[in-house]
């Protein structure tokens, strides 16, 4: 059987196509990151799963519930025909859960269009702006992509920091160069 991954990839691809001849990138990428939000809710998957309950019963709890969810107008629960069938077509194949992976791979075909990239910082102590700018200056100079930063506070690297873009993984932090030392020393 497929993982969620492999199914959410066609399903991601044609909203991204949709969006991307209608100019809504964003508002989709909001939409669908909020509806993931929704579906993370076991609850929520749970009650949709109800066999009791028609597609459109489904579809009009959903889209309510998304609607709640969101601020502002969300294409998937608005009255706007492209994201309602998008729902109903997930509701119908049995597929709704996994608007999660069809939110990050959305997101991913968007980031490459745009030339972006999300990098999470990690550190040990909080970075200010002028800190982060460099980061980011020199990330977006090495990946050659504008740089969308994130940063995380972990107090049990002791120092330096921990840079996530994509599948590179820069690992500075000195909890990292102390175990290193370790186990040259022990060798």
């Known amino acids: 059987m497929a993982d969620n991954h492999t199914i959410a990839r066609p399903y991601a691809e044609a909203a ?14 909001r939409a669908l990151n909020v509806a993931s939000d929704v579906m993370a809710d076991g609850s929520v998957a749970k009650f949709l799963a109800n066999p009791l309950l028609t597609d459109d019963e489904r579809l009009s709890f959903l889209t309510g519930l998304i609607g709640a969810a969101g601020a502002g107008d969300n294409i998937l629960a608005s009255q706007a025909k492209e994201g309602r069938n998008f729902l109903k ?7 709704i859960a996994v608007l999660p992976e069809i939110a990050k791979h959305f997101d991913t075909l968007k980031a490459e269009v745009e030339n972006t990239i999300d990098v999470t910082v990690t550190s040990a102590t909080r970075l200010d702006d002028a800190q982060k700018k460099v980061i980011a200056g020199a990330l977006g100079k090495r990946l050659g992509r504008k740089v969308r930063l994130e940063t995380e506070l972990d107090e049990s690297l002791i120092g330096g920091a921990v840079i996530r873009a994509g599948d590179i993984v820069i690992d500075g932090s000195l909890r990292s160069r102390l175990k290193s030392l370790s186990n ?4």
């Open 16 to 29: 991204f196509d949709l969006a991307r001849e209608a100019g809504t990138l964003d508002a989709w990428s």
């Open 89 to 95: 077509l997930l509701l119908e194949y049995g597929r």
């Open 184 to 187: 040259a020393l022990i060798a």
